[in-house]
């Protein structure tokens, strides 16, 4: 377990950034957040403006300066910073490779010229693109399908490279459909989960891409905390410059989400199991079935999911139906 460190969460006001902040700051160490705001939340983080080990710096990381301040005296980094969304990508491929392959570039030299002990980053499973081969191993990708995945193998690239020329510790974890508390429900490249939900607590129909048997490897939030803690505090020289699934060993297709999302919010609205379910046409650079091996991660860092789908969903469910209605 981490403690009385000081570490750096970039994209630290989003969902999943702020979850981490929170995380370690409970563990007494010294957090700093870098944000620029374009996609995090002032609300995520508010709650610690006056907590005395923790430090918000607004900033982008696309600005070399700014991420060479962020990094100093800092022990450990978690860069969770980027524009996420195939989508979104597709629709503007430039600002996506700015974001995603210069900013993390940018934070990759101020990481080394700060002495930063180690440099643990979030990449994605749009890494596999059109690979076939499931379960999915971290050594067996194939040819990327969006500019955001081109995006994320690149900086599984860089990071390979500063391990290699300056003797960077990089850590990346593939993070397979995240989904939690705090995840925003709204906007044109809303996750499928949030965005499930909140429809169906208005009592509207939610329209899936395709036919529903595209399946994902969903993956709470709590899982993705503890592969993070683990990825920062593992001693094994062998995890060092790796990538690592994090992700449940787990799949399921989109109908069988959906008929559990219903499940689980009619206890609170029992007119809500009777919602009809809509399908529109296929997603643009989607890739159709998506599960994670996770063998890697449980020898390596020791890894245990905490949460299967079912778990994490009850408590997704929770959050949303008490903080989003």
């Known amino acids: 377990m ?15 950034g702020s979850n981490l902040v929170d995380y370690f700051i409970a563990k007494n ?15 995520n983080i508010a709650h610690l403006k006056d907590h005395k080990n923790f430090k918000l710096i607004e900033g982008d990381i696309r600005d070399l300066d700014t991420c060479k301040k962020a990094c100093q005296d800092v022990d450990y980094i978690l860069h969770q910073a980027a524009l996420g969304s195939v989508p979104r990508s597709i629709n503007d491929p430039i600002t996506t490779n700015s974001v995603n392959i210069d900013g993390f570039l940018n934070m990759l030299v101020a990481s080394r010229d700060a002495n930063v002990k180690r440099f643990v980053y979030a990449a994605s499973s749009s890494t596999y ?16 399908l969006s500019p955001y995945a081109v995006t994320k ?43 499930f939900c909140m429809q169906l607590m208005k009592h509207e129909s939610p329209v899936i891409n395709g036919d529903g048997t595209n399946s994902r490897d969903f ?14 505090a593992t001693t094994n020289p062998k995890a060092i410059g790796e990538v690592f699934n994090t992700a449940v060993g787990e799949r399921t297709d989109l109908n069988q989400l959906l008929s559990l999302l219903k499940a689980f919010l009619a206890k609170h609205a029992p007119q809500i199991a009777n919602i009809e379910i809509i399908h529109g046409p296929e997603r643009k650079g ?11 991660a449980k020898t390596m860092l020791g890894f245990a999911p905490s949460h299967n789908l079912e778990k994490g969903l009850k408590e997704a469910v929770e959050w949303y139906w008490h903080n989003l209605k």
């Not at 160490?29 to 609300?43: H, P, Q, S, V």
């Not at 693109?129 to 990327?144: A, C, H, W, Y």
């Not at 993956?219 to 920062?232: C, G, K, P, R, S």
């Not at 989607?286 to 890697?296: R, T, V």
């Open 286 to 296: 989607d890739i159709p079935h998506s599960l994670a091996s996770i063998d890697k």
């Open 219 to 232: 993956t709470y939030i709590d899982n993705v905390l503890q592969m993070n803690e683990l990825a920062l």
């Open 2 to 16: 981490l403690t009385n460190k000081k570490i750096l969460i970039t994209g630290g006001a989003g969902f999943i």
């Open 29 to 43: 160490n010294y957090i700093t957040c870098l944000d620029n705001f374009a996609t995090g939340k002032r609300e």
């Open 129 to 144: 693109g059109d690979s076939e081969t499931l379960p999915k191993v971290e050594d067996k990708i194939g040819k990327p």
């Open 153 to 195: 193998y690149v900086n599984e690239l860089y990071a390979h490279v500063f391990g290699l020329n300056y003797g960077l510790e990089c850590i990346g974890l593939r993070y397979f459909n995240v989904y939690g508390r705090r995840q925003d429900p709204n906007g044109a490249y809303a996750a499928a989960i949030p965005k």
